[in-house]
């Protein structure tokens, strides 16, 4: 599976983006997929997690309710619909296949995407 991430931009405080990850392969829906995000002078950090089925989801705490994950294998892309944007939400968003169900570490995944810049303003 390859993947490619899109739907970044440049956002106000409070706006919305909803970023896709474009799959190539065959076996898209039997694939956990995860997003991650790196702002300048920080670690990669877990974003959200959605296994192949669409059916479970995982957040971090700093998404949680703001950020739903979901899929659509008919398409072969994963979307992270991204509310109530706020000035630390700025990073580089990615997205990658995980090797472990819903795993929240950067290592025990793979394929990356090349991200795409999510930059909001205050």
């Known amino acids: 599976v390859q993947l490619q991430a899109s739907g970044g931009g440049l956002v106000q405080a409070g706006g919305s983006l909803r970023l896709s990850c474009a799959a190539s392969?065959?076996?898209?829906?039997?694939?956990?997929i995860g997003w991650f995000r790196q702002a300048p002078g920080k670690e990669r950090e877990f974003v959200a997690a959605i296994t192949g089925s669409g059916v479970v989801k995982s957040y971090a705490d700093s998404v949680q309710g703001r950020f739903p994950i979901s899929r659509d294998n008919a398409k072969n892309t994963v979307y992270l619909q991204m509310n109530s944007l706020k000035p630390e939400d700025t990073a580089l968003y990615y997205c990658?296949?995980?090797?472990?169900?819903?795993?929240?570490?950067?290592?025990?995944?793979?394929?990356w995407g090349q991200g795409t810049q999510v930059t909001v303003s205050s």
């Open positions: 990658a296949v995980s090797a472990r169900y819903l795993s929240r570490r950067q290592e025990e995944y793979h394929s």
């Open positions: 392969g065959r076996t898209f829906s039997t694939v956990d």
